[in-house]
């Protein structure tokens, strides 16, 4: 079983993320696997294989790093794509962190995982929605070529645990468990 722990937007900003993506679409070749509006989350940390047995303690976990979370807005960023290592690359929107309150929130899950046994993410986190995917040799869309990213947020006021299923369609989403930061007020 595979789990990542997320925020997601509201269904509001998932449709103008939506319109987002098909005037970005419009404007490259057609190629890529385009994020599904339903999809879209900003992933706090992947957590891979998990063992079922576990999943209560990663549960407790996050409860525990949500408990000192207090709402915030998350607002979208500018675009960006990075290349994987087989070549392949991913097209995305930035998320702006400000306040740091993200960033906090990010320290505060990976020490609580961290304490479960699981090793701190190596990698420098850099919170984004993947709006696409780039097989090796599809073109993916110049940056200057998008559109202005939308000028909009949401307020995060939960995390999310979800269990990532691998289909030949792609990947499935099934939500385990929500949690309510401490303070959900703005």
């Not at 997320?6 to 070749?29: D, F, I, K, M, N």
């Not at 891979?48 to 576990?54: D, L, S």
């Not at 190596?122 to 984004?128: A, D, G, L, R, T």
Request: aromatic share 8%.
């Amino acid at each position: 079983m595979r789990f990542f722990v997320a925020v997601t937007p509201g269904a509001e900003l998932r449709e103008e993320l939506a319109r987002w993506c098909a005037a970005a679409r419009a404007r490259c070749s057609g190629d890529g696997r385009w994020t599904r509006p339903e999809k879209l989350h900003l992933t706090l940390r992947f957590m891979g294989e998990v063992a079922p047995e576990r999943v209560p303690q990663i549960s407790d976990a996050i409860a525990r790093a949500v408990a000192a979370s207090a709402a915030f807005e998350i607002a979208i960023g500018a675009p960006g794509s990075f290349r994987l290592r087989d070549g392949a690359s991913v097209l995305w929107l930035g998320i702006r962190d400000e306040a740091g309150a993200l960033g906090a929130l990010r320290a505060r899950l990976d020490t609580e995982l961290a304490n479960l046994g699981y090793a701190r993410d190596s990698q420098e986190f850099k919170p984004h929605l993947t709006v696409a995917r780039f097989a090796p040799g599809e073109r993916s869309p110049a940056i200057a070529e998008l559109p202005a990213s939308p000028a909009a947020g949401w307020p995060a006021r939960e995390l999310e645990l979800y269990e990532s299923v691998t289909r030949p369609e792609g990947a499935e989403y099934r939500l385990v468990q929500k949690f309510a930061f401490a303070d959900s007020s703005l």
